[in-house]
């Protein structure tokens, strides 16, 4: 599997390629209100209204730094009702990718219902790369006001 990193301060995350549809520089967003603080705003993504989710506060409750390397990972995200939706995903150091056999992802063997998008673990020489499990990134509640506007 084909995929690309970025750094939450100095752990190493993975998402999986076949998801992401575009790789683009920071933009200025309009803030949205009363959502929770790992929104980062809402952005005009090729005509369409697209919330940002910035994963570094998301996983360490620390907004993403603004290194020339951060950017947003535009992504297909698919929706409880099988809907494709645009999603921004912000993160640190999205430099690379990496390119490893699934029998590599090994369980972690602990659940968190705080945070069930935390996937396997890849042992690489850069350490560990914990993958993220896009189709659970975001509740049903969430889905429901945040990716209202962003459908395909």
């Known amino acids: 599997m084909l995929m690309l990193l970025f750094y939450v301060e100095d752990n190493l995350y993975a998402l999986d390629s076949s998801q992401v549809i575009e790789i683009i520089p ?3 967003m309009r803030r949205v209100h009363h ?21 570094c506060h998301l996983i360490q409750g620390k907004p993403s730094r603004s290194y020339l390397s951060t950017r947003i990972i535009m992504v ?4 409880k009702d099988n809907t494709k939706y645009y999603l921004g995903l912000m993160a640190e150091r999205v430099t690379e990718t990496l390119n490893k056999p699934n029998h590599e992802l090994v369980d972690t063997g602990t659940q968190l219902n705080e945070a069930p998008y935390l996937g396997e673990i890849i042992m ?22 945040l990716l209202a506007a962003g459908e395909r």
């Open 35 to 55: 959502v929770p603080d790992y929104v980062a705003g809402l952005f005009n993504y090729r005509g369409t209204i697209v919330p940002v989710i910035d994963l």
């Open 76 to 79: 297909d995200y698919v929706g």
């Open 26 to 28: 920071r933009v200025i």
């Open 124 to 145: 690489d020489e850069k350490g560990m790369i914990q993958r993220i499990r896009l189709e659970y990134l975001l509740s049903d509640s969430q889905q429901q006001y």
